[in-house]
């Protein structure tokens, strides 16, 4: 599984998003656009990484069926910590609309179906957003101001203290109260507007990035019994008392815990193409095109999202039962879609998605032994692990050895010069028995390694690495499991976690990980160097200065090891050759990004 990588105050699209190192972006609301009118199935050649445009689009009567994977669908709100995953979000982002969405190359778009914003003063840094008159949420109302300081709300505001004396978040949102840091008091606007602005307390890098989607504030205020005018009082208010009813529904109120059972669509009205149309539990969720929506009009009415696991994919576009598939780019894969001829189409390539071995430093034998760590990172096979497994996919592929930026990126060789020194590049069996007994720790040391399973790459890398590092004096169990995001990770039980970050092209995505309060540290490292210099490098427009910051925080991570990068994922795509408009990404959008504009030729 890949766990979606973002900044703490991001709400993307449908659910709270992203990312990773910093790729271009735009302002132009259509870049590349081309006016022109297609029939279904002529769709033009994309003039860029951005959406074609298709013209007028009838909607085909037609199903189109894809899968990411066997995860099951956890509900309409996948902003919580709980939910919120890359499998989710393939189907919620075609449910919920936004101002920006990511191109092919994680270049950021803005959507004027949906609306525009433009920097309008760097002191103070202040944003407008502008929606359009026309956008509304398929039960009629009109999506305006309220939902955005509502989304606002939920990232900022704070209900005491915890015991560690942090501030308490009093909704459950997976991005924390950073929002709330930034945007001190929340964006300024009327009832039922369609223009507002923010105004932040500092410059703000990922500004584009910092708003897309919202959720419908007035099912909020009517859950909550109170008025739409009434809930906005007590967000400009603070009155956390008043709030709480409002908080507990969006907390628990949107959710999905009996697989099969789709939400009361009163309750979830979508400002998307797409709409929910049914569920079947362990197998699928079913979208059928929002009659309402305001937009572009989806090319296809039907589109299916299927829950089968990875090794069942090419078998199921073979048999017609899966039309779009993304899986994982390994060499048996490549081979079994290579068979299937000319029935199929194929698109490969690099991907803004990164492997990597992290440590819990909340229990365990890795949590107060740098030696141990560096003992681990000794064994661990990196590089056989690339050649076996990754480069008869991928032949340019090399180790990864930083996290904010990517092998294939320009700035790549510059941080890595400043950040690491190679220490790690090929497996020193006595180096690493020499610092296990500097460690004075005695005996095999167990170390699990968890993963979501199944995942036969995984599974192999797991392998290689057992086969190195029990040499050295540990003691390697694989505990790969189909619960690992739901109950391994969260609750701690590992010595070290494998599993991909995905992202796209943001620039401050990893203090939410790498920060000691961060919401997706999930192993509980921090330090204090890299606190501050995520703190600088979120504060700075200056390209110069966020790239010095990005150097104090990969040699810091490296120095104490966090954990450790392997290999950016090889990115593959395969497809019913009758479609088209299917266009593969490098984010962590997915194939689907686009999916409202796939169409079966006729």
């Known amino acids: ?53 298709l013209g007028d689009v009838v909607t085909k009567d037609d199903t189109i069926s894809y899968t990411l994977g066997g995860e099951e669908w956890l509900g309409y709100n996948n902003n919580t910590p709980e939910t919120y995953s890359t499998y989710n979000s393939v189907i919620n982002d075609r449910l919920i609309g936004g101002f920006i969405y990511f191109g092919t190359d994680g270049s950021i778009h803005q959507d004027p179906d949906y609306g525009t ?79 507002f602005t923010y105004e932040y307390k500092d410059p703000y890098p990922d500004y584009q990035l910092q708003v897309g989607g919202a959720f419908p504030s007035h099912i909020v205020a009517q859950q909550a019994g109170m008025s739409v005018e009434e809930l906005v009082k007590a967000i400009q208010d603070k009155d956390i008392e008043k709030l709480r009813p409002a908080a507990k529904f969006w907390n628990e109120g949107w959710l999905s815990p009996t697989p099969g059972t789709l939400p009361d669509p009163a309750i979830t009205p979508v400002s998307g193409p797409y709409k929910l149309k049914s569920w079947t539990a362990g197998q699928s969720v079913t979208l059928e095109a929002n009659e309402k929506y305001f937009g572009t009009k989806p090319a296809t009415k039907t589109l299916v999202y299927r829950f089968l696991s990875p090794d069942t994919h090419v078998q199921a576009l073979a048999n017609g039962d899966l039309n779009v598939i993304e899986p994982q780019a390994v060499v048996d894969t490549v081979a079994q879609i290579k068979a299937l001829g000319d029935t199929v189409k194929t ?33 661990v096979p990196r590089q056989q692990i690339v050649d076996n497994l990754i480069k008869p ?64 790459r995984r599974t192999n890398e797991v392998a290689l690495i057992k086969s190195s590092c029990d040499q050295a004096g540990f003691e390697i169990e694989d505990v790969g499991n189909k619960d690992f995001f739901a109950k391994t990770l969260p609750n701690g039980d590992y010595e070290v976690a494998l599993f991909a970050w995905a992202g796209s092209g943001q620039i401050v995505s990893g203090q939410n990980i790498y920060a000691s309060t961060g919401q997706q540290n999930y192993g509980g490292y921090k330090n204090e160097k890299v606190d501050a210099a995520w703190t600088a490098l979120g504060s700075t427009l200056d390209t110069a200065k966020q790239q010095e910051q990005v150097k104090i925080i990969e040699k810091e991570l490296w120095d104490t ?31 689907a990004w686009n999916a409202e504009q796939w169409v079966r030729a006729s």
Not at 42 to 50: D, K, L, R, T
Not at 349 to 378: C, I, P, Y
Request: proline share 7%.
């Open 1 to 53: 599984m890949k766990i979606r990588k973002f900044a703490a105050p991001l709400a993307l699209l449908a659910s709270g998003a992203l990312v990773l190192s910093a790729c271009g972006t735009s302002e132009d609301p259509k870049p590349g656009a081309t006016n022109t009118t297609t029939a279904p199935g002529e769709a033009p050649a994309p003039a860029g990484p951005g959406k074609a445009d």
């Open 117 to 195: 914003f433009k920097l309008t003063s760097e002191d103070p840094m202040t944003v407008e957003y502008t929606l359009a008159d026309n956008a509304a949420w398929s039960d009629g109302t009109p999506i305006a101001y309220e939902d955005y300081l509502l989304d606002w709300a939920a990232q900022a505001m704070v209900d005491g203290k915890n015991d560690d004396g942090s501030d308490k978040p009093l909704f459950n949102h997976v991005g924390g109260l950073d929002f709330g840091t930034r945007v001190l008091e929340g964006p300024k606007g009327e009832v039922g507007g369609k223009t």
């Open 347 to 379: 698109e490969s390539g690099q991907s803004l998605t990164w492997e990597h071995l992290d440590f819990n430093f909340n229990n365990g034998v890795f949590k107060d032994s740098l030696e141990l760590r560096q003992a681990f990172a000794m064994c």
């Open 393 to 456: 996919v991928d032949p340019e592929a090399v180790v990864m050895n930083a996290r904010e930026v990517f092998p294939f990126q320009e700035n790549y060789a510059d941080v890595v010069a400043a950040a690491y020194a190679g220490q790690y590049d090929k497996v020193d069996i006595e180096g690493a028995k020499a610092k296990i007994a500097a460690s004075g720790v005695e005996g095999k040391i167990k170390v699990r390694i968890g993963y979501s399973a199944p995942n036969p």
């Open 561 to 591: 090891l966090y954990g450790i990068p392997v290999f950016a994922h090889p990115g593959l795509v395969a497809y019913d050759a009758t479609i088209s408009n299917v266009r593969k990404t490098a984010t962590q959008s997915t194939v």
